[in-house]
């Protein structure tokens, strides 16, 4: 890939490179994953998405599924998938890759063999890895199912089953099940729902703690200070240009170091520890609007577990939300405390109260 990095040492070869890869893209020249890769270089030396769609053509949002399908790609060539499915994702599937985005790098190679191996599309795609995703929590792996991500997904599509009344819906997931099955037992597990048709309630996830901006004075502004007088007037001078970042007015200085500004809500006070990390709601289940940007306020010294909370732990490297209905193996990092949405604009009747907590 050409080298678009800011400590290149010559401007004019940076911008010919740009330039360059700009044509490909706009020529559609290569594949989908050289596409991401490129995309991914020109953002990292400084083009935001409208530029790059108004020089190429490729939407923003068509950006971001190629960038992190690329991204999944990559994982698919490092844990070692099958020559077959690297070559079939080479050039097609870019969605059914960017669904993979929040598995583990070895979770991702196995639900890309599976959806390779099934003809899935996005949408299925999207299932399995939930599938597989939620069955990783496990500290021991139900009774007959194994880790292989066919079983994964064999043990949702079991779960489910037992929990439906409906005969049509009930035979639909049998079916999904014994489709998926990977081992004998996890097959014979699932064939035991033809014969016994008992119901077995589950606790559905509890509604997130999202919360949301609602007028203008509720979200404050942060001032950057100086320090404590006596000071020079190079003090003065030393301290940098304050630049909002929107919807949630995140503010940046030389330092690396950001913050943003929360009413005082009672929760929020009451936590020694918040930290927080930019997100978007479609992470969290039970949603019923678009997903959209949020922040999550964590409280990190909060780390034992309860079934009514939403936790934050370590997913393979990465930072995951998650709830769990039992306690898990894996250490908690820190609990939940606040999900909130940016203020949202030109809705009279949401405005009416101070504050609104989404149902």
């Given at each position: 890939m050409t080298d678009l990095s800011p400590n290149n040492p010559n401007p004019e070869n940076a911008a010919d490179s740009a330039a360059e890869l700009l044509r490909k893209l706009r020529q559609k020249q290569g594949n989908w994953v050289e596409w991401g890769l490129a995309i991914a270089t020109l953002q990292k030396s400084g083009y935001n998405p409208q530029e790059?769609?108004?020089?190429?053509?490729?939407?923003?949002?068509?950006?971001?599924?190629?960038?992190?399908?690329?991204?999944?790609?990559?994982?698919?060539?490092?844990?070692?998938?099958?020559?077959?499915?690297?070559?079939?994702?080479?050039?097609?599937?870019?969605?059914?890759?960017?669904?993979?985005?929040?598995?583990?790098?070895?979770?991702?190679?196995?639900?890309?063999?599976?959806?390779?191996?099934?003809?899935?599309?996005?949408?299925?795609?999207?299932?399995?890895?939930?599938?597989?995703?939620?069955?990783?929590?496990?500290?021991?792996?139900?009774?007959?199912?194994?880790?292989?991500?066919?079983?994964?997904?064999?043990?949702?599509?079991?779960?489910?089953?037992?929990?439906?009344?409906?005969?049509?819906?009930?035979?639909?997931?049998?079916?999904?099940?014994?489709?998926?099955?990977?081992?004998?037992?996890?097959?014979?597990?699932?064939?035991?729902?033809?014969?016994?048709?008992?119901?077995?309630?589950?606790?559905?996830?509890?509604l997130p703690p999202f919360y949301r901006f609602d007028s203008e004075e509720e979200l404050p502004r942060i001032v950057p200070v100086v320090g404590e007088l006596p000071l020079t007037p190079q003090d003065f001078k030393a301290v940098p240009l304050v630049e909002e970042i929107e919807p949630f007015r995140i503010v940046k200085f030389a330092g690396?170091?950001?913050?943003?500004?929360?009413?005082?809500?009672?929760?929020?006070?009451?936590?020694?520890?918040?930290?927080?990390?930019?997100?978007?709601?479609?992470?969290?289940?039970?949603?019923?609007?678009?997903?959209?940007?949020?922040?999550?306020?964590?409280?990190?010294?909060?780390?034992?577990?309860?079934?009514?909370?939403?936790?934050?732990v370590d997913n393979g490297g990465e930072l995951d939300f998650q709830w769990f209905q039992t306690e898990p193996e894996i250490p908690i990092l820190g609990k939940i405390i606040i999900i909130v949405r940016p203020r949202k604009i030109l809705d009279e009747e949401v405005t009416k109260d101070s504050w609104q907590i989404d149902e």
């Open positions: 790059i769609f108004e020089a190429t053509g490729f939407e923003p949002i068509q950006q971001n599924q190629v960038v992190v399908g690329a991204q999944v790609y990559s994982s698919l060539e490092k844990a070692g998938a099958s020559e077959a499915a690297r070559s079939h994702y080479a050039t097609r599937g870019s969605d059914v890759l960017y669904e993979l985005r929040l598995l583990t790098q070895e979770q991702r190679a196995a639900a890309a063999e599976l959806t390779f191996e099934h003809k899935l599309n996005l949408e299925e795609a999207r299932e399995i890895a939930k599938a597989i995703k939620d069955f990783s929590w496990f500290r021991t792996l139900p009774e007959g199912f194994s880790d292989h991500p066919g079983d994964a997904v064999a043990y949702q599509a079991w779960k489910l089953a037992r929990q439906n009344t409906d005969l049509q819906e009930r035979s639909r997931l049998i079916a999904k099940g014994l489709r998926f099955a990977h081992t004998p037992t996890a097959r014979k597990q699932i064939e035991q729902l033809l014969v016994d048709f008992t119901v077995v309630s589950q606790r559905p996830a509890p690396e170091q950001a913050w943003v500004a929360l009413p005082g809500w009672q929760v929020l006070l009451g936590a020694e520890d918040p930290v927080v990390i930019l997100a978007t709601s479609d992470r969290f289940p039970n949603q019923h609007t678009q997903p959209g940007p949020v922040l999550v306020v964590i409280d990190r010294s909060q780390r034992e577990w309860n079934d009514f909370s939403y936790f934050v």
